[in-house]
């Protein structure tokens, strides 16, 4: 082992001191923390990329490596050994810098406990029983009950506690689960420790995947109980059937009835990642496990995965691994990592991209699911008490604020190639949406994004301090009503008729302590000159610039770099991508009734026919994009209106 240091922010261990070989890496800081472990093909080719010019660098990078004061790598024999190492050092010293995992702890498990003498199917969420043979994770627990309840009636196993068990054996007498048909251990007193053994081996394969081997041989023997007239038997196998039936429609059949494999499918943006772990046996998803990840430094893609693989493999026995992994992109390190993941399974395994056909299907709802999965972990985190009152007091800390900021406007602004431009506000207050208070401004003369951010904070801001609110609606230069006074405009597109009124007008006028615009330097420094004109330069004022999540302030030729765990930057990505979202519906919707308004001057064209032809060709640009003989298979669309509305469109 070598290690380097340096006096100061900008060290450098010299190039000559660092080998070519495979190894693994840690920084540290003055205090002997392990700040990031990482692998590398060619050590010093990978640590010459931390020691770029400071500037360069990626800004979480360029914190890490001046909180840093020294640098440690160790030389390893091959790739495959640097990322059990890695693996190894993550889980021993939790680097800071290291993606962070949460996994979802609410997912409860089957578990059969195989260890035990008559072992016994149970729910729970304790990974660490001895033995044990695990599956799932399930939504619900009620879902775990509901296989189990349907289970013991193919495959009669115990369910009584350890202690029932083992009253029930030593005095003779059946357990009480056992009595009312509950349990099908040795405790009832009908089956032997041996026979009882093999239900349960024969439980455990149905479980894994060997369903089809059940479901040949209790339809055999339903059919032989039948030609023989023995019906009462007949009917205790064909209840069998139809429990194995009832399980196996609970876990769609997705995939070849040979597949094995686990399937991953990941959303993620600047700051975290959520991951939906399909787990495939037998073409079937038996299981999905849930994992949010936090992001420290800029990772993504293939890295991202590699970390994935690593944890959730590093602890798994050989019947976990299987024969297949699908992930939606390959690490630099695949092949390393499956001869890694070959060596704890003992056969081959094979790490693939889903790229069609029903494992692409698969990966699509996987990858949906994390979407939502990551959405829900942002709305929680925002939604807590006490995490919200940790952001505002850490933005008021970022930004120097007098006071924490209580209400907060973040502004977005959204064109199609420059038409149809639109700027939403949304309000958040104690770190909350009202989504009663977001307003659409619409842009009719614009010259670019910062010329149309102008317009509106110059717009908005005239109303700070107004008390009019009985004011008649007034219209704006643009020729739009004033998002202000509109009696028309709603709040949030998810709410069903809310309308405002200028005298019904909600807080309006009401002040914020800061302003947020979606944007960097340019962006931010528009917005300060609307607050210079308007005379409001009390309000505090910021940018967050969507790639680096760099928050900017007016004057300023560097960003502030929030920590990418901080409850504030949290509270600003939450404003922004509100923001955004809102602006876009909007926008959409404006570009929807434009379309609606041009097809309804064409003779022949009523409501009912105008929405026909949305819905047919899915979107605007392909009803613009398509031809009359298209147009024409509309039903009731003959060639003379088509070749109108071919014509009409062609000519807006």
Known sequence: MARATHPQLAYRPAPGEIPTNPGVYRFRDDAGRILYVGKAKNLRARLSNYFAPLHTLHERTRRMVTTATGVEWTVVGSDVEALQLEYMWIQEFSPPFNVRYKDDKSYPYMAVTLADEAPRVMVTRNHKIRGAKYFGPYPKVWAVHEVIDLMIKVFPIRTCSDSSYKRAMATGRPCFPGQIGRCGGPCSGRVTIEEHRAIVDDFVAFMSGGDQRFTRQLTARMKEASAAMDYESAAVFRDRLQAIEAVLNKSALVLPDDTDADLFG???????????????????????????????????????????????????????????????????????????????????????????????????????NAQQALLLHKTRRTSDYVARSQALTDLQEALGLDEAPLRIECYDVSHLSGTNVVASMVVFEDGLPRKDQYRIFGVAQTTDDTDSLYQVLMRRLAYIDDERDAAPDTETATGETDAATEPSVSSDPTAEGTVVTARSRPRFAYRPQLLVVDGGKPQVNAAARALADAGHSEIALCGIAKRLEEVWLPGEDYPVILPRTSEALYLLQRLRDEAHRFAITKQRGKRKRDIQTVLAEIPGLGDARIRALLRHFGSVTALKNATPEEIQELPGVGPKLAATIHAHLASR
């Open 266 to 368: 990941i959303a993620e943006d600047e700051l975290a990642a959520a991951v939906q772990h399909f787990v495939i046996r037998g073409g079937r998803v038996r299981g999905v496990r849930a994992t949010t990840i936090e992001k420290e430094l800029d990772i993504s893609g293939g890295e991202l995965v590699d970390q994935i693989l690593q944890r959730t493999y590093g602890p798994s026995g050989r019947a976990d691994i299987p024969k297949q992994v699908l992930v939606p992109a390959l690490p630099d390190d695949a092949a390393e990592l499956e001869a890694w993941l070959r060596e704890k399974r003992g056969t081959n395994v094979t790490i693939q991209i889903a790229q069609r056909g029903a494992k692409a299907d698969l990966m699509k709802n996987a990858a949906l």
